[in-house]
T-cell receptor, first 115, second 113 residues
Framework: GDSVTQMEGPVTLSEEAFLTINCTYT??????LFWYVQYPGEGLQLLLK?????DKGSNKGFEATYRKETTSFHLEKGSVQVSDSAVYFC??????????????FGKGTTLSVSS | DVKVTQSSRYLVKRTGEKVFLECVQD?????MFWYRQDPGLGLRLIYF???????EKGDIPEGYSVSREKKERFSLILESASTNQTSMYLC????????????FGQGTRLTVV
C-alpha cells in the first residue's frame, strides 16, 4: 500500500543553519504531497503542498519540490530560526486510491533550533 | 478560516468506561478523519467518513467506532477504554475527494487509568 518514509530525528541545528528533512513515498497512483508542522501543544498545520510532478510548494521560507522520478518531497529552508522548532510531518493523499482520500503520514521529524 | 474543534483538550477516563470524543468542523467539508498520535509511530488513521452516515476503517480501527449523523460532526467512540488507548487523538477534515488538504483540530490528550 501507499506509504511515506521520512528521516529519523531529532535534528538539532544552530540558528541560521540550512535545513533538509528527507521524505520519500510509495504510491500506486498520482498523489498529492504535503508537509505539516506541529508546534508544541498544538494540532497540525499545513506548511506547504504540491499536487503534481515538478511542482514546488513554498511557505515561510520553507520549500519542497515534487520529484516523481525519485519519489521524493524533501523539505528545505535556507536559514532556520528558533521559532521553527517543531515536529514536521510529510504526508500524501492518493485520489486514485479507491480506499479513500485520507492522508498517509510519515512518523515525523523533530527539529530543535538553538540560538 | 476553517475551524475544526475538538470538545476536550484533556480527558482522564477509567478502564472499561465508554468514551466519546467529539469533533465539529464549520466549513461544510465532505471528509472527516480520526487519527491517533503516539511517539515514534506518527499519525495512524483510525476511521474516516466521506459523507453523512458513511464510514470507512483506517489502519487501526480495533476497539473504536465512529458516528457521523450530521455533516459537521464526527464522533469517535471507545467502546470499553483500555490503558493501551492512552494517546493523543486528532480530528481532521478535508473539502472533497479532489481537494484533500486536511485541517486539524487541536487534539485531545486521553489518559486511561
Amino acid at each position: 500500500g501507499d506509504s511515506v518514509t521520512q528521516m529519523e530525528g531529532p535534528v538539532t541545528l544552530s540558528e541560521e543553519a540550512f535545513l533538509t528533512i528527507n521524505c520519500t513515498y510509495t504510491a500506486t497512483g498520482y498523489p498529492s504531497l504535503f508537509w505539516y508542522v506541529q508546534y508544541p501543544g498544538e494540532g497540525l498545520q499545513l506548511l506547504l503542498k504540491a499536487t503534481k510532478a515538478d511542482d514546488k510548494g513554498s511557505n515561510k521560507g520553507f520549500e519542497a519540490t515534487y520529484r516523481k522520478e525519485t519519489t521524493s518531497f524533501h523539505l528545505e529552508k535556507g536559514s532556520v530560526q528558533v521559532s521553527d522548532s517543531a515536529v514536521y510531518f510529510c504526508a500524501l493523499s492518493d485520489q486514485n486510491n479507491q480506499a479513500g482520500t485520507a492522508l498517509i503520514f510519515g512518523k515525523g521529524t523533530t527539529l530543535s533550533v538553538s540560538s | 478560516d476553517v475551524k475544526v474543534t475538538q470538545s476536550s483538550r484533556y480527558l482522564v477516563k477509567r478502564t472499561g468506561e465508554k468514551v466519546f470524543l467529539e469533533c465539529v468542523q464549520d466549513m461544510d467539508h465532505e471528509n472527516m478523519f480520526w487519527y491517533r498520535q503516539d511517539p515514534g509511530l506518527g499519525l495512524r488513521l483510525i476511521y474516516f467518513s466521506y459523507d453523512v452516515k458513511m464510514k470507512e476503517k483506517g489502519d487501526i480501527p480495533e476497539g473504536y467506532s465512529v458516528s457521523r449523523e450530521k455533516k459537521e460532526r464526527f464522533s469517535l467512540i471507545l467502546e470499553s477504554a483500555s490503558t493501551n488507548q492512552t494517546s493523543m487523538y486528532l480530528c481532521a477534515s478535508s473539502l472533497s475527494r479532489v481537494n484533500t488538504e486536511a485541517f486539524f483540530g487541536q487534539g485531545t490528550r486521553l489518559t486511561v487509568v
